[in-house]
């Protein structure tokens, strides 16, 4: 059992940055593809980014390619997305996910074995 929790969300302006982190608990997050979903306000969830076991390779959503950056520490057990140039539809509900299965990187929901609760990120215009 791994637990997620997410942390650093919060409210910026339209082209500032925001650094999120998620805390694993209960096992190395060494053993799990990481990513990052977020669901918007009245939207489905959806896939912003994804790190491999050892963070040697990241994949990212369109949307956010350029301007977001995941990163991990596995000895730390924390995994981060930098969120840089933000825009009002990057406000989202934004939440850290452990993938025990994929060898690399995962867009689909449906690979990932845990989630964390959640963090608001707000982006005003």
């Known amino acids: 059992q791994v637990q997620l929790v997410e942390s650093g969300g919060g409210l910026v302006q339209a082209g500032g940055s925001l650094s999120i982190s998620c805390a694993a608990s209960g096992r190395s997050i060494s053993s799990y593809a990481m990513g990052w979903f977020r669901r918007p306000p009245g939207k489905e969830r959806e896939f912003v980014a994804a790190i491999s076991r050892s963070g040697g390779d990241a994949y990212y959503a369109a949307s956010v390619k350029g301007r977001f950056t995941i990163s991990r520490d596995n000895a730390k057990n924390t995994v981060c997305l930098q969120m840089n140039s933000l825009k009002p539809e990057d406000t989202a509900v934004y939440y850290c996910?452990?993938?025990?299965?994929?060898?690399?990187?995962?867009?689909?929901?449906?690979?990932?074995?845990?989630w964390g609760q959640g963090t608001q990120v707000t982006v005003s215009s």
């Open positions: 996910a452990a993938d025990l299965r994929s060898v690399g990187t995962s867009i689909w929901a449906r690979a990932y074995d845990y």
